[in-house]
């Protein structure tokens, strides 16, 4: 085992992941189509795009946030005659996780090669942590179905237990504590969206982006892979630059490549680097 030129361990001692489009849901499909469902029923029609903009933030900050950017005011007021308010964002929020609850079962299925690097890392003594955006009955009901088919981690924190979702360092925290992993120097942080890398910095920690698998690209697996060769090294790279921007210490493709990063951060951890 390396040690650090300080004499402390250069280990890491937890990895806490993102659920949906990292270890979960292939292209981060569960969320999406329940937000344009919850504004389609207000007469209000949103693009993908729109949808998927505040992912990786609590539910209830996703719906406020949609709510806010201008084009959806528009619409909302040219339909209802006002812009929307808190109590529109409360209702949809509501609303919405009946929705998320009733479809999360169907897109619960552990991302190619999750299990296989979830066993590696456990093997190594590496603690798993979860976050997330959904709220805790949402998580109960993801953690149980994905359970299932094979991904449990060790602890789970919704963003609803914590005083603020991402980009806030608070859900990090949690899982850290709930591990007993410390310090925040030795844990890492990893997710496929720009508040998920956030909120690992702002934590303290290692903190690393997904880029193909969630929301980023968007895409189911097979979606993914029937798109031209070209279009994906061109959609790849734009994923990974913007994950690179927004400040990961390291982008992977997918979560099954996290096992070498790991490597890398011990390695810089035993030069005496901190994140
Ligand atoms: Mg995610």
Redesign the pocket.
């Known amino acids: 085992m390396r040690t650090r030129a300080d004499g402390g361990e250069a280990r890491v001692r937890a990895a806490i992941l993102?659920?949906?489009?990292?270890t979960v849901d292939h292209g981060?499909m569960a969320p999406v189509g329940v937000f344009v469902e919850l504004f389609r029923r207000r007469g209000v029609a949103v693009t993908l795009d729109q949808a998927r903009a505040p992912?990786?933030t609590h539910k209830r900050e996703h719906v406020r946030l949609m709510c806010a950017m201008p084009e959806v005011r528009a619409a909302f007021a040219r339909v209802h005659g006002r812009e929307p308010g808190g109590a529109d964002v409360d209702a949809m929020y509501a609303e919405g996780t009946g929705l998320q609850i009733a479809c999360l079962p169907d897109h619960a299925e552990p991302i190619e090669g999750v299990v296989e690097a979830v066993a590696g890392l456990r093997a190594r003594g590496i603690g798993i942590g979860s976050t997330?955006?959904y709220n805790r009955e949402m998580l109960d009901v993801l953690r149980a179905a994905s359970a299932a088919r094979g991904y449990a981690p060790d602890v789970a924190v919704a963003a609803s237990e914590v005083p603020e979702g991402r980009p806030a360092p608070y859900m990090n925290w949690t899982a850290a504590m709930r591990l007993g992993a410390w310090p925040a120097s030795a844990c890492v942080a990893v997710?496929?969206?720009e508040v998920?890398v956030r909120a690992g910095l702002a934590a303290g920690m290692w903190t690393v982006g997904v880029a193909l698998t969630?929301?980023e690209i968007g895409l189911t697996a097979a979606e993914w892979t029937a798109l031209p060769g070209v279009e994906r090294e061109g959609r790849a790279h734009v994923a990974r630059a913007r994950l690179r921007e927004a400040g990961a210490h390291f982008v992977v493709d997918a979560l099954r490549d996290l096992p070498p990063c790991i490597d890398a951060i011990e390695a810089r951890m035993g030069r005496g680097e901190r994140p």
């Open positions: 993102d659920w949906a489009g990292t981060c992912m990786g997330t955006g997710g496929d969206t998920d969630g929301n």
